[in-house]
Structures are given as C-alpha cells and as structure tokens.
C-alpha cells in the first residue's frame, strides 16, 4: 500500500516561517503531481500549491508570493516553504499525490493526514 505522512506543522507567530515536509512510502512505481491543500475552521479544502514532475509549479493567488512548493523525486517527498505566515493561514495542510503502483495501473490520488498549522496574531 502507499503511506502519505506530512511533518512540520506548529504553531508560529504572524510574519514568521513554517516548512512542511510529506514523505511517500510503500509500493510506488512512480509519482505524478504533488500537492497542497488546506483546510481552515469551518471551511471546505482548498488548493494551496502543486508540482509536476518535472518542476513546473502553480499557486493559489492567496499564496503567490508566500510559499514555494519544492520536492525532491529521489526521496519521494514534496515540501511546501511558507513565509510572511498570516492569521488565515491557519489550517491543516494535506498533501495530495498521484501515484501509480506498477506499469499496469494508472496513477490513483493518494492523501495525507494532515499537519495543523497555526498562526498566532
């Protein structure tokens, strides 16, 4: 099976640094996308960042500028850099992943567990 496990979250003050990390594990053949996502007190999930494969990058407008969204293929693992936190950062950030287990299947989406992160004002 395959494990998604991010780290890193915690609690940090306005205008203060945070990296998250989400390493994969078990059977992959290989990964496609990776990405972010959030999800804030009383709303839905939202899409923070994502990274292709070969690097390309797309960010939510409320992140440009903020976070970078990086990841290292050798180690399986997707990390997202995020500065000049503010308040409505805080959330639970999830990693998404499409992964294929073997050439017979397509990739399939995996999810994390989440990491809270909370910013102080």
């Known amino acids: 099976q395959v494990q998604l496990v991010e780290s890193g979250g915690g609690l940090v003050q306005s205008g203060g640094s945070l990296r998250l990390s989400c390493a994969a594990s078990g059977s992959i053949f290989s990964i496609n996308d990776m990405a972010w996502y959030r999800q804030g007190p009383g709303k839905g999930r939202e899409f923070v960042a994502a990274?292709?494969?070969?690097?390309?990058?797309n960010y939510a407008d409320s992140v440009k500028g903020r976070f970078t969204i990086s990841r290292v293929n050798a180690k399986n693992t997707v990390y997202l850099e995020m500065n000049s936190l503010k308040s409505e950062d805080t959330a639970s950030y999830y990693c998404?992943?499409?992964?294929?287990?073997?050439?017979?299947?397509?990739?399939?989406?995996?999810w994390g567990k989440g990491t809270l992160v909370t910013v102080s004002s």
């Open positions: 990274i292709a494969t070969g690097g390309a990058t």
């Open positions: 998404k992943a499409n992964i294929q287990q073997s050439t017979h299947y397509v990739g399939m989406d995996y």
